[in-house]
């Protein structure tokens, strides 16, 4: 309870931090990552926002994630390596910004706590998909970061006896 505690302050905390900073106007070049960008545009891309809006809407799915399904501070560490941390494959040209990698393998990190966790996986999946429909989305860099999160998912979660 503790730990989970823990990461919840931590999570109010960088939320706090990403709507403060979605004020801040900012050239998408100096903190987006693209391909060649800086290295450490890697770590900070997560806090910056194209607008208002785009903060809030990944806050809100951060903060609904950690406070539902009781996520701890290892996991979320993880999430956030996994989203600082893309293949090369998951760049583009233009800078990508905003904490919806990092949200995304928080999703994946999580999918064992729903009841139904394939039916969870392929709602996720046509959630992804829409991104396909707008401009500057970066599909192919939330897919890498839900897969990569399912996975710690798969290895962190114990398998369940039937009976006793």
Request: proline share 4%; net charge positive; glycine share 6%.
């Given at each position: 309870m503790q730990r989970e505690n823990e990461t919840k302050t931590a999570a109010l905390i960088i939320g706090v931090v990403i709507l403060i900073l979605s004020f801040w106007h900012i050239s998408f070049l100096k903190v987006g990552i693209y391909i060649g960008c800086h290295p450490?545009?890697?770590?900070?891309?997560?806090?910056?926002?194209a607008n208002i809006l785009h903060a809030l809407l990944n806050v809100w799915t951060m903060l609904s994630v950690v406070f539902y399904c009781k996520v701890n501070p290892l996991k979320f560490i993880i999430c956030y390596i996994i989203a600082v941390l893309p293949p090369d494959f998951c760049l583009q040209s233009i800078p990508t910004i905003g904490l919806s990698g990092f949200v995304f393998?928080?999703?994946?990190?999580?999918?064992?706590?729903?009841?139904?966790?394939?039916?969870?996986?392929?709602q996720i999946l046509?959630?992804?998909?829409?991104?396909?429909?707008?401009?500057?989305?970066?599909?192919?860099?939330?897919?890498?970061?839900?897969?990569?999160?399912?996975?710690?998912?798969?290895?962190?979660?114990?398998?369940?006896?039937?009976?006793?």
């Open positions: 450490m545009q890697y770590l900070y891309y997560p806090f910056f926002h393998a928080l999703l994946g990190s999580v999918t064992f706590c729903f009841r139904h966790p394939v039916r969870y996986i392929i046509l959630f992804v998909s829409a991104g396909l429909f707008f401009n500057n989305v970066a599909v192919i860099l939330h897919l890498w970061c839900f897969f990569c999160g399912l996975f710690v998912s798969v290895v962190s979660t114990p398998i369940k006896k039937e009976g006793k």
